[in-house]
């Protein structure tokens, strides 16, 4: 009672109430009256003894914890329920005797202000409640002995880092050499006492200076176990990676094992096969694989090319190259170039191709020989083609190593042009084939089945002929004449252009004209005709 001021040791007046209206007077407080209307029946307790036996008997611990009177059965319930003071009174009793086997923390709430705000601070009204709290006598109270106790172990947990004795870990009997070493190290022996199982500090200052001495090093530590804990993570994630790779490179060096097994096991009897393993399908490969695939599968067409080769006499070789050159041409542009017979190359020579007129061609071409001296025919067919007066006649051509000759088949095979091969290009204004090299050779035909060929020079007289008169009839040898000359321009190291079109641009005497093809079921043999702006080679066909 010392504590409190006398200012506040009696209670103040409470105003008119309908509590306290009405009831028994007081002679001390006269103003204050009790209202004693349904006490007894607020005293009794009306709380059914099933009802505490039905909580009593539930499956949750704490509920039943909470009413231990329903542990009673119904036979041993004999009394009248206590009343409600009794029960206030038993529940008081237990507490306290809880209460004193505890060590009490209490703590005291100071509301700083009346308004719940959250940024008013009222001085008067705190220092108002310190002092009705007797908060400020605890503490002299205190402060009068040790202001700090603390059990050894849970000080050494808070302050073992400010000492290199006990940190990380100490190595000492117990946690109180530990303790004391630590204090001694900071010079505060003489501050502090030590009990069975706490220590004892008198002033707050050196609590404080532990505290500060902490406060510093707790960012060292942070520090330190981040370190090691990103360097931690760092390691098991090289782990990881590691035994990533090391799993990738086992499942890969797996996947091209698996791919040449299976590459073996499919081509292991191409040899024996009649397309040498043309029909197989490669395997898929791996990812790394991809490019040796390729690299494989060009050798094994070369391979294969090899074995086909290899069978073929020699006499033959220079026909399947000629096919080779006419394909890379004219493969998926023309329907048909003859690609499928043997090719004869020079026909007017053959008597069954030119009957009666074969030996006369022969003497023309030995004429022709010994005059200048070329080395071999590449081609001869009889032909169809236009002139500059817009009139079409028969003629023959005949191709060799140097030159190109237009014959005329009714006179011996007279030679009527001779045009050298060096002088043959591509059609001017339409393709660009090295205009003004006199070494670029050029030739135009068309992707349907008419034997129509365009031969450009570079004296803009262009010479277009139509094939006709072949053995047996309808016989395909545009290709053939395509590719006698890309293999002649390909030893002789020259470029020939081929152009594939139903439209093609010649000139004739230096005057440019358009050559189509229309096919007619009703003509007999290929014949050209005059149109609006050029000529149409009018094509015997369904």
């Not at 292991?268 to 490969?285: H, Y």
Request: charged share 25%; glycine share 6%.
């Amino acid at each position: 009672m010392a504590l409190i001021p006398p200012s506040v040791s009696m209670p103040k007046p409470v105003p008119q109430h309908p509590s306290v209206a009405g009831g028994a007077s007081n002679k001390a407080y006269p103003h204050l009256r009790y209202s004693v209307e349904g006490f007894l029946d607020k005293n009794k307790d009306t709380l059914f003894q099933d009802f505490k036996r039905l909580l009593y008997n539930s499956s949750d611990p704490v509920l039943r914890s909470m009413w231990p009177d329903g542990e009673q059965s119904i036979t041993e319930v004999t009394k009248r329920p206590l009343t409600a003071a009794t029960l206030f009174k038993n529940s008081i009793v237990a507490l306290v005797e809880n209460l004193a086997s505890k060590e009490p923390y209490y703590v005291r709430c100071i509301k700083p202000n009346d308004q719940k705000s959250p940024v008013l601070f009222d001085e008067e009204r705190c220092r108002h409640q310190v002092a009705y709290l007797g908060l400020l006598e605890n503490v002299r109270v205190r402060r009068a002995g040790f202001a700090y106790r603390q059990p050894y172990d849970r000080f050494l947990l808070r302050y073992k880092m400010t000492c290199e004795y006990t940190w990380p870990n100490h190595l000492m009997a117990t946690d109180r050499e530990a303790t004391q070493a630590l204090l001694e190290q900071h010079g505060f022996q003489d501050d502090v006492a030590y009990g069975h199982s706490k220590v004892f500090i008198r002033t707050p200052r050196t609590l404080f200076c532990l505290e500060q001495e902490r406060a510093q090093l707790i960012p060292i530590i942070v520090l330190l176990l981040q370190k090691a804990w990103r360097g931690a993570l760092a390691r098991r994630r090289c782990r990881y990676l590691r035994a990533a790779y090391t799993i990738m490179g086992y499942y890969k060096r797996h996947k091209v094992k698996a791919y040449l097994l299976e590459l073996v096991r499919r081509f292991q009897g191409v040899r024996s096969m009649p397309d040498f393993g043309k029909s197989l399908a490669w395997p898929e490969p791996p990812a790394v694989l991809i490019r040796f695939q390729e690299n494989s599968q060009q050798l094994f067409r070369r391979w294969r090319a090899r074995q086909i080769i290899k069978n073929i006499p020699p006499s033959d070789m220079a026909q399947i190259r000629a096919k080779v050159a006419a394909m890379g041409v004219l493969h998926g542009l023309r329907k048909d170039w003859g690609c499928q017979r043997s090719w004869a190359r020079d026909y007017l020579s053959s008597a069954s191709e030119n009957p009666g007129l074969a030996l006369p061609f022969a003497r023309r071409v030995q004429a022709l020989r010994d005059k200048v001296h070329f080395n071999a025919v590449l081609f001869s067919s009889h032909v169809r083609k236009i002139n500059r007066f817009n009139k079409s006649r028969d003629r023959a051509i005949l191709i060799t190593d140097q030159h190109l000759y237009k014959m005329e088949p009714q006179k011996q095979y007279r030679v009527m042009r001779e045009v050298p091969l060096s002088t043959v290009s591509g059609p001017k204004g339409q393709l660009p084939w090295g205009a003004g090299d006199p070494t670029v050779t050029g030739l135009s035909v068309t992707s349907c089945g008419a034997q129509l060929v365009v031969f450009h020079t570079q004296s803009h007289d262009d010479l277009a002929v139509c094939l006709h008169k072949m053995q047996p009839r309808g016989d395909e040898r545009v290709g053939e004449l395509v590719g006698v000359l890309l293999e002649h321009c390909r030893t002789t190291k020259r470029e020939l252009q081929v152009h594939v079109s139903d439209r093609i641009q010649l000139s004739l005497c230096g005057r440019k004209r358009l050559l189509t093809v229309e096919t007619q079921p009703d003509v007999a043999a290929p014949d050209f005709r005059k149109s609006r702006d050029g000529f149409v080679l009018y094509w015997p066909g369904s």
